[in-house]
């Protein structure tokens, strides 16, 4: 596509329930990153995928965080047993290649837990 | 780990003022830099970055920042803003292939 596609936009939960977050990254680019932003905070770092692997899952915060890419394109990030505390706009950016030389964001999923 | 210091958290100017946001970082090995903007309502974009090579680099919108790696500085700045630069800043550093360390960012706000 021509752009970063996240859905849903918004999205309200109650706590503990489970969640899923979807980027569809710009067509060709191999790598896919989510971040966190929480209000008045920068993005923070939570996953980099190259291709279909995590090649660096350092910044998920703990277990209840999963997020996949199976086919090397879309990619679906998971939240289980949700907190208040995950409360934030979860960011998606691809790059054409692992060499960063600038992302492309999404408009990101703004999540609310309830 | 590397961090990022955005100093102004919040900067008013009227049009045509100069413009200059500071971005401190911590590491001591090699970097490449960044500033993205976010509009009010819009996505992050990158505005300008920097990775080798002259130290001043040049973005869109007649934005600039110059690397000084003595400081560890890389500054962002506008000889004239204009009421549409109206938007939120953030300095960002990569110190490998991959992630990204944003600092917490400024809000620009422009008065007509």
């Known amino acids: 596509g021509a752009g970063v596609s996240q859905t849903p936009s918004n999205k309200v939960t109650e706590k503990g329930k489970y969640v899923e977050l979807r980027c569809d990254p710009i067509s060709g680019h191999t790598a896919l990153y989510w971040y966190r932003q929480s209000l008045g905070q920068g993005p923070e770092f939570l996953i980099y995928?190259?291709?279909?692997?995590?090649?660096?899952d350092s910044g998920l915060p703990n277990d209840r965080f999963f997020a996949v890419r199976p086919e090397g394109s879309v990619s679906t990030l998971k939240i289980q047993r949700t907190e208040r505390g995950d409360s934030a706009v979860y960011l998606c950016?691809?790059?054409?290649?692992?060499?960063?030389?600038?992302?492309?964001f999404g408009s990101g999923t703004r999540l609310t837990v309830v | 780990a590397q961090s990022v210091s955005q100093h102004n958290h919040h900067v008013i100017l009227s049009e045509a003022a100069s413009l200059e946001l500071g971005c401190n970082y911590s590491?001591?090995?090699?970097?490449?830099l960044f500033w993205y903007v976010q509009y009010p309502g819009q996505h992050l974009q990158l505005l300008l970055k920097?990775?080798?090579?002259?130290?001043l680099v040049k973005g869109i919108k007649g934005f600039e920042a110059e690397f000084i790696k003595s400081k560890f500085s890389f500054n962002l700045r506008k000889p004239s803003v204009q009421w549409s630069d109206t938007a939120e800043y953030f300095c960002a550093v990569n110190t490998n292939a991959g992630k990204s360390t944003f600092g917490d960012g400024t809000t620009l706000t422009v008065k007509p």
């Open positions: 590491y001591g090995g090699t970097v490449n």
């Open positions: 995928f190259q291709g279909t692997g995590a090649a660096d």
């Open positions: 950016a691809s790059s054409l290649t692992h060499q960063n030389y600038g992302y492309t």
């Open positions: 920097y990775f080798s090579g002259d130290p």
